[in-house]
């Protein structure tokens, strides 16, 4: 028998034992032969495989799975977020049902899971006490509440279950209604006095009349602990912003300290407030841009500015709040579109979630959402990534994918 | 042990270990230049023809280590379609940038009939989008064997090598169903998904019979990732990718852990055996128990944006409607732009139409989405006009009136820099509506009459219709 002829017998046996096996030793075996030459598919084997026992270098395959365990380690971090309360009770010295705390991170936000989230995220709804243009489908689940804010703010609580409100006095624009701050303090307290969650008082950006009315709505809801929405460097530069800052210590109110997606502005900002009240008492908005609109940037701030102050820049220990409605601006949202694109009632409250939900990774605090879908999302979301320990899954499940039947037209 | 990170790496470092000859033929006017952009990951060494050379091997070498990314890249798909997947430097995109964009791969099964799959196929390579000047598109096909029956895979990927062109994932945990798959597809080099526990040495032989890259699936469990890794770089198989399991509703948190934990370990930790791109299934929440497909699918778009930010190198999609893959494409394109560089267009003057000297003229930022978006609206109202590009550094109207960089004076500034006031002869601007706060000092600083313009650019038309030409001062 040639050699050849040898290897055509052997062949097919050998390749199939070394399909399961990955190796063969042949032992008790020799051969005496003038040219040997293996004919093998391409790529079946490695070259080496066939080599006889002994030989160096034998890449070797391994028969059984070579066991490397994944050993989780805890990294600890030098800073902690600060822990900043919404809302006062009674026995507070307020009239809220209950108050709020967020903040507290010692760790980067739903990551790493490996500690348990220390305050849940909290969901404001917004109202608006005039009628702003707003893409229909936003509007539309509001439509009947539109002039009342107080209303407005009844319906968001009891029938969409929202646990604070953002009141954005928007007439008090200059350039819209110019209401009076006294008018402006008195849908506020309306407000209050129709829901007893925590509420988010939020200006219409102008420094010098947000100032004047802060100030009136600071002394009117003493003691509430609002978020007063916002404080500015261009207040600093209208020198308002210690009429503010000092009514809100007078009246033990919150600051939102706002900048353009710029850090050392942040903390600029906080150095001054700093001056003024307790930084337990300041959450920062460092801007959100809707999805496709540079939602990236506001991304990429939230994550820096979080891993500085857990890395112990005291500067940005503050919980952080992202005007996720602002998603509406892009008109992805809410613009008609070719019908594969479906409705803006479809598209409108995915890309609400979808920008608040970054940012959620990104580790923001509050969210200022409107739409109801949006809003449910989120809070599905934020049940499954806050319970602690995480729930069971289903490992067999994972893969059910691959094979499901998933009919339909999708 | 913690390997370094990219930021770590000099230009020094890389110069050192080139051929040194200043010969210019990388583009670069010398070896010092092409050092810096290697470093910046802006260049590859191919574009370095002397250091292919045999007597540089060892340098190469030793280059290619040093620059390797710590999750290695990986190409699935044939030449000319090819697309990489992993090679990333960074946990979070801030400390660096980015590499090779998700690839989102839209599944098909064999269930699906001919025309069925055709059809379906057709969406897919057809599907496209135009954001900031660019196509948006989806990137490959995912054959699942629904059926588990082999004959059934190999019709359905025979039917997919003779129609469509995009690289091909192939799902099946039964390796024989895979094999005929993967050999109905000759040189298309498919990922094949998926290596476990069980099958492992199957689907190994199948890969290196076929030279494709394999997935490797240990859902919820890193251990057995790695020790599916392990061995099988042992094999000789490197071209790996990892799937940790993507489970929807309950287990979300267990996926973003898992994907976090090895992405951290590939790159904080120098973790080589979990240094491989990312693989997520988003197609999972049609898979549970909930039935309405508009509920599946926006969950799976939700799910998507996540495991986007959460550093998937690929995805697997059912959704093909518009309104669920938007977001995700968008998302994808954004997280992938390079966080040192604004997307910016250059500031200056931009005329449309055929502008006299009454034609109006408006000011926008210099973010290039908000650049492309007025253009392509001035252009749908057929309005003529001349646009004064201002520099925002990048930033959208609405940000950089908050950020200081849109300002009355920068309004100004740009304007007298367009020299536009010599081209017309009013001295009207219109502002952006969501500038509508600059309007007083705008007047004051550059001495035209201000126009608050729409907030959306969409209301341009109606907006000259009714206010241009403007009525006298």
Redesign the interface.
Same mark, same amino acid.
């Given at each position: 028998m040639n050699g050849r002829d040898l290897v055509g017998a052997l062949g097919p046996e050998l390749l199939a034992l070394l399909r399961t096996a990955g190796r063969i030793e042949l032992e008790g075996f020799s051969l005496e032969l003038d040219e040997l030459e293996f004919r093998l598919p391409h790529g079946a084997l490695a070259p080496a495989a066939l080599v006889p026992p002994g030989a160096e270098a034998v890449p070797e395959r391994p028969s059984d799975l070579l066991e490397a365990e994944y050993v989780p380690e805890r990294t600890e971090y030098p800073g902690r977020i600060r822990e900043v309360v919404l809302g006062a009770t009674r026995r507070e010295g307020g009239s809220r049902a209950r108050a709020l705390t967020v903040g507290g991170a010692e760790a980067p936000a739903f990551s790493l899971f490996d500690r348990p989230i220390v305050n849940r995220p909290v969901i404001s709804m917004d109202v608006f006490d005039t009628r702003v243009p707003m893409p229909k489908a936003l509007r539309a689940p509001f439509e009947e509440v539109r002039d009342d804010p107080a209303a407005w703010a009844r319906l968001n609580v009891h029938q969409f279950g929202a646990k604070a409100i953002t009141v954005h006095l928007l007439s008090t624009d200059p350039l819209i209604k110019n209401t009076s701050p006294r008018k402006a303090a008195a849908t506020v307290e309306e407000v209050l006095q129709a829901v007893d969650v925590p509420l988010i008082i939020g200006g219409c950006g102008d420094p010098r009349k947000d100032a004047d009315v802060f100030f009136e709505v600071a002394a009117m809801a003493s003691g509430e602990r609002l978020l007063l929405n916002s404080v500015t460097l261009e207040m600093a530069t209208a020198k308002t912003l210690e009429k503010v800052a000092r009514a809100a210590a007078e009246h033990g109110h919150n600051l939102l300290a706002f900048t353009g997606l710029e850090l050392n502005d942040a903390k600029e900002l906080n150095r001054r407030l700093y001056e003024y009240v307790p930084p337990e008492q300041i959450v920062m908005d460092l801007t959100t841009v809707a999805l496709g609109y540079g939602l990236e940037y506001s991304f990429s701030i939230h994550e820096r500015a979080r891993q500085a102050a857990l890395m112990g820049d005291a500067e940005l220990q503050h919980p952080t709040i992202s005007g996720s409605t602002n998603a509406w601006s892009a008109r992805e949202a809410w613009m008609p579109m070719p019908p594969t694109y479906g409705g803006p009632e479809r598209r409108g409250p995915l890309w609400e979630a979808e920008t608040a939900i970054a940012l959620l990774l990104a580790g923001v605090d509050i969210f200022m959402m409107s739409h109801p879908a949006a809003i449910g999302a989120m809070r599905e979301a934020l049940d499954v990534l806050t319970s602690w320990p995480l729930e069971e899954v289903a490992e067999g499940r994972a893969n059910d994918w691959v094979t499901a039947a998933i009919g339909g037209e999708t | 042990m913690a390997r370094r990170s990219i930021t770590e790496t000099s230009p020094i470092e890389v110069y050192r270990l080139l051929p040194r000859t200043n010969c210019g033929e990388c583009g670069e006017p010398n070896c010092m230049a092409f050092a810096t952009r290697l470093v910046n990951r802006e260049v590859s060494l191919e574009s370095c023809p002397p250091l292919l050379l045999p007597e540089h091997d060892s340098d190469l070498a030793d280059l290619s280590a040093l620059l390797a990314p710590p999750v290695r890249a990986v190409r699935i798909g044939q030449a000319e379609r090819e697309i990489t997947l992993g090679g990333k430097y960074v946990v979070?995109?801030?400390e660096f940038t980015y590499h090779n964009p998700t690839c989102c791969a839209l599944?098909v %099964?064999d $269930?699906l009939a001919r025309e069925e799959l055709v059809q379906r196929l057709r969406t897919i390579s057809e599907f496209s989008y135009n *954001?900031i000047g660019r196509d948006l598109r989806l990137d490959a096909v995912a054959l699942?064997?629904?059926t588990?029956d082999p004959d059934q895979f190999r019709e359905a990927a025979t039917t997919i090598a003779a129609t469509c062109k995009l690289p091909l994932v192939l799902? =099946? +945990?039964d390796p024989d169903v895979l094999r005929v798959g993967a050999e109905a597809v000759p040189g298309r080099r498919p990922l094949l998904? /998926?290596a476990d526990?069980t099958n492992?040495?199957?689907m190994a032989?199948l890969a !290196? %019979?076929? %030279?494709s890259p394999l997935v490797v699936?240990a +859902?919820?469990? !890193?251990?057995g990732?790695?020790?599916?890794?392990?061995?099988l770089r042992?094999?000789?198989i490197e071209d790996l990718v990892l799937?940790p399991? $993507?489970?929807v509703?309950?287990?979300?948190?267990?996926t &973003?852990?898992n994907f976090?934990?090895c992405r951290?370990?590939a790159i904080r %930790?120098g973790d080589e055996?979990?240094g491989y791109p990312l693989l997520g /299934?988003p197609?999972?929440a049609?898979?549970?128990e909930e039935l309405d497909? @508009?509920r599946?699918?926006?969950d799976e /778009?939700?799910t998507a944006? @996540?495991l986007l930010?959460?550093y998937a190198d690929i995805l &697997?999609l059912?959704?093909?409607?518009?309104?669920?893959v !938007?977001?995700t494409l968008?998302?994808r394109f954004?997280?992938y732009?390079d +966080?040192r560089k604004p997307v910016a267009v250059e500031a200056g003057l931009r005329e449309f139409g055929s502008p006299d000297r009454v034609s109006p003229v408006l000011v926008t930022a210099n973010?290039a989405?908000t650049y492309f978006?007025v253009e392509s609206d001035i252009k749908a109202a057929n309005i003529s006009c001349y646009l004064v590009v201002a520099d925002t550094g990048g !930033?959208?109207v609405?940000?950089?009136?908050?950020?200081? *960089?849109f300002s009355a004076a920068g309004i100004a500034e740009a304007l007298e820099s367009s020299g536009v006031a010599e081209k017309v002869d009013h001295r009207v601007l219109v502002i952006p509506g969501l500038a509508?706060?600059l309007s007083g000092e705008a007047a004051e600083a550059t001495g035209w009459k201000v126009l608050v313009g729409p907030?959306?650019s =969409?209301g341009l038309g109606p907006f000259m219709k009714e206010r241009w030409p403007p009525g006298p001062a």
């Open positions: - | 979070q995109r801030h599944a %099964d $269930t *954001y699942r064997s629904a588990g799902c =099946s +945990p998904h /998926a526990r492992w040495r199957e032989l !290196l %019979d076929t %030279d699936s +859902p919820d469990d !890193l251990s990732l790695r020790s599916l890794t392990k061995t042992a094999w000789g799937d399991g $993507t489970f509703g309950p287990g979300l948190a267990h &973003i852990r976090s934990r951290n370990a %930790d055996l979990l /299934a197609i999972a049609f898979a549970g497909p @508009v599946c699918a926006f /778009a939700l944006s @996540v930010s959460r &697997i059912q959704g093909l409607e518009g309104w669920s !938007l977001p968008i998302w954004n997280l732009t +966080p973010y989405l978006t !930033l959208s609405e940000s950089a009136v908050a950020g200081r *960089y509508a706060r907030k959306d =969409s």
